[in-house]
Structure formats: structure tokens, C-alpha cells
């Protein structure tokens, strides 16, 4: 079985700053990729950024150049520096990864967090 774990959600006003981070852990013979989505409010779940294993990275435009995700594959952890945080940042952020299970079928599938809240009050 394979867990993800977020932390770093929270409170905090416009213009501030957060780090949330997600860890790997249980059955993994390799991670292809690991990411964040978020859902608003009302809203469907959108991706806000995504790394791969070679180090690719996708980011939503609408984040560009105020969140930074980044990676430390020897813990299994993905970890997203949002910056110059707005109202409309507020969302549960769910971490995502597309992990080969030890001892599986030996293809990728997506896991999910729990999410963890960010709130940016107007």
C-alpha cells in the first residue's frame, strides 16, 4: 500500500507565503512524478503544478512565478513554495503521484492526499 501525507496548509493573509509538503511512503518501487492539484470552493479540481522524475515541470499559468514546486526523491517528498498568495488561492490542495507499486503490475498509478486546506481571507 502507498500513503501521501500533506502538511503545510493554513492561514494566511494576501501577500503571504506558504510551503506545503507531501511524503511518499509504503510500497514504492518508483515514482514517475509527483504533484499538487487544488479545489476550490464550487470549483472542479484544477492542476496547479506538476514535477516528474527527470525533473519536468508543469506549472498552471495562473501561478507563474509566485509558486515554485520542487522535489527531494530520495524522501519521496514534493514540496510546493506558493508566494504573493491571493483570495483566490484559497483551495483544499491535494497532493498527487504516479507510483510502480513493489511487487505490482509494474505500471504507474495515480495516488491521492487527504488534501490540506490554504486560506487567503479577502
Known amino acids: 500500500q502507498v500513503q501521501l501525507v500533506e502538511s503545510g496548509g493554513g492561514l494566511v493573509q494576501p501577500g503571504g507565503s506558504l510551503r506545503l509538503s507531501c511524503s511518499a511512503s509504503?510500497?514504492?518501487?518508483?515514482?514517475?512524478?509527483m504533484g499538487w492539484y487544488r479545489q476550490a470552493p464550487g470549483k472542479q479540481r484544477e492542476l496547479v503544478a506538476y514535477?516528474?522524475?527527470?525533473?519536468?515541470?508543469n506549472i498552471v499559468d495562473s501561478v507563474k512565478g509566485r509558486f515554485t514546486i520542487s522535489s527531494d526523491n530520495a524522501k519521496s517528498t514534493v514540496y510546493l513554495q506558493m508566494n504573493s498568495l491571493k483570495p483566490e488561492d484559497t483551495a483544499v490542495y491535494y497532493c498527487?503521484?504516479?507510483?510502480?507499486?513493489?511487487?505490482?503490475?509494474?505500471?504507474?498509478?495515480?495516488?491521492w492526499g487527504e488534501g490540506t486546506l490554504v486560506t487567503v481571507p479577502p
Open positions: 509504503g510500497s514504492i518501487f518508483s515514482i514517475q512524478g
Open positions: 514535477i516528474s522524475s527527470s525533473g519536468n515541470i
Open positions: 498527487t503521484a504516479d507510483i510502480v507499486e513493489r511487487g505490482g503490475h509494474g505500471y504507474a498509478m495515480d495516488f
